[in-house]
């Protein structure tokens, strides 16, 4: 009696263990109510149910990486001269007899001098005869002409100056990586000025594919990133190349993550320029019928401050610009379906499906079956080991 006493007793604390701790089932993540409670010991996060309202606001934004980062989307200024460029001058005069032309060149069209190209020296300065040092570096050649013609025009016949770019060696644009000739050309003096598509298509154009290409802008110290297809899909991110500007290519399949009750867990790659909710839960194996809650499917993202308060978010608890935000759709409502392939899904997300609940209660139950029968199993043997020393006893060896 006092075996099976303790037996009981040892079940009865089994039992106490798996009502009080949710962590002593074994499970895929966090339950759908832990989730709901919206209440995490490390990050707090807001949680949002994907209905027409917060589809709406998630279709009206996507991000705009290099057009957030980069906001001046004029065409580049003029072609500024910077040290090492060679530089041209010429200059002319009214008539002969002047400056620069000697009196018995006569009167003929077109009387002008041209000076041996120079180049922009390491202080920034050209040097003219008679005008002495010009600066040069960070000046247009119009800002060039008007400098040697206000110094030399008490001397010169009626001077006109025309200054020239001989050789571009500064405002140069560089595109490297996985393109199929990488290059360095100078900017445009005039014309149509050059887009980042421009600028790879003078690179030969991407060697990857598309949706596993990202491009990545340096500009004055400042690097913006975004997925190929963004330039074509978001016109915004296709900005205007700068004087200086290096443009690096990479290849990095766009992947998000799936973990919990779907038919596969893991990395999975988009393979396309872009793919909705519905097809991640599709390419991730769909719903594990004997496990997933088709009410309980989550997706994890950080979005801007401004589109979370657009969503209904309370921003005041977040520090930051990006807010832990996970959006909750159910496929047991036939419109939840449709919400689903309104959602793109972004480079990196997590999608997550919870158990049904009976799929825990029904681990607690099997587990609780497995430690009874162990635990009478436990009492069966010591009984036979009681029986046998008794009868040894009795009867002897």
Request: glycine share 10%; hydrophobic share 40%.
């Amino acid at each position: 009696m006092r075996l099976q006493y303790l037996a009981l007793s040892a079940t009865c604390i089994l039992l106490a263990m798996g009502v009080a701790g949710c962590g002593f089932i074994p499970m895929s993540g966090p339950s759908s109510l832990e989730i709901r409670t919206e209440h995490s010991p490390t990050l707090p996060y807001a949680l949002v149910k994907l209905d027409a309202r917060a589809v709406e606001v998630l279709e009206s934004y996507e991000p705009n990486v290099l057009g957030g980062v980069f906001t001046d989307r004029r065409q580049p200024a003029g072609i500024k001269f910077g040290i090492g460029d060679v530089v041209n001058v010429t200059i002319f005069e009214a008539a002969a007899g002047g400056l620069f032309i000697p009196i018995e060149a006569g009167v003929r069209p077109g009387n002008f001098v041209t000076l041996p190209s120079q180049t922009v020296d390491n202080d920034g300065n050209i040097s003219v005869p008679y005008a002495g040092i010009i600066r040069a570096a960070g000046r247009t050649n119009v800002q060039v002409q008007s400098e040697i013609v206000e110094r030399i025009k008490n001397r010169a016949i009626e001077p006109q100056v025309v200054v020239s770019l001989g050789e571009q060696r500064t405002s140069l644009v560089s595109v490297v990586g996985d393109v199929r000739a990488p290059v360095r050309y100078p900017m445009p003096a005039t014309g149509a000025q050059d887009r980042i598509t421009d600028a790879l298509t003078r690179a030969g154009g991407i060697s990857g594919q598309g949706w596993e290409s990202w491009v990545m802008l340096e500009r004055n110290g400042k690097r913006g990133t975004v997925p190929f297809a963004n330039l074509v899909y978001m016109p915004v991110n296709n900005i205007y190349v700068q004087p200086g500007d290096r443009i690096y290519v990479y290849r990095e399949p766009m992947k998000f993550m799936a973990f919990g009750a779907t038919g596969q867990q893991g990395e999975f790659n988009f393979d396309a320029w872009k793919i909705n909710l519905a097809q991640a839960v599709a390419k991730a194996g769909g719903l594990f019928d004997l496990q997933a809650d088709p009410g309980s499917i989550f997706l994890y993202r950080r979005e801007p401050r401004d589109v979370a308060e657009k969503l209904g978010v309370d921003c005041s608890k977040f520090a930051g610009g990006l807010i832990p935000i996970v959006f909750t759709a159910s496929f047991q409502d036939p419109a939840g379906y449709f919400h689903a392939t309104k959602i793109q899904m972004r480079p990196f997300d997590i999608l997550y499906v919870a158990n049904a609940p009976q799929v825990d209660t029904t681990k607690f139950l099997t587990f609780l079956n497995t430690a009874i029968g162990t635990a009478d199993n436990g009492v069966n043997l010591i009984n036979d080991i009681y029986i046998a020393r008794f009868n040894s006893r009795i009867h002897g060896p």
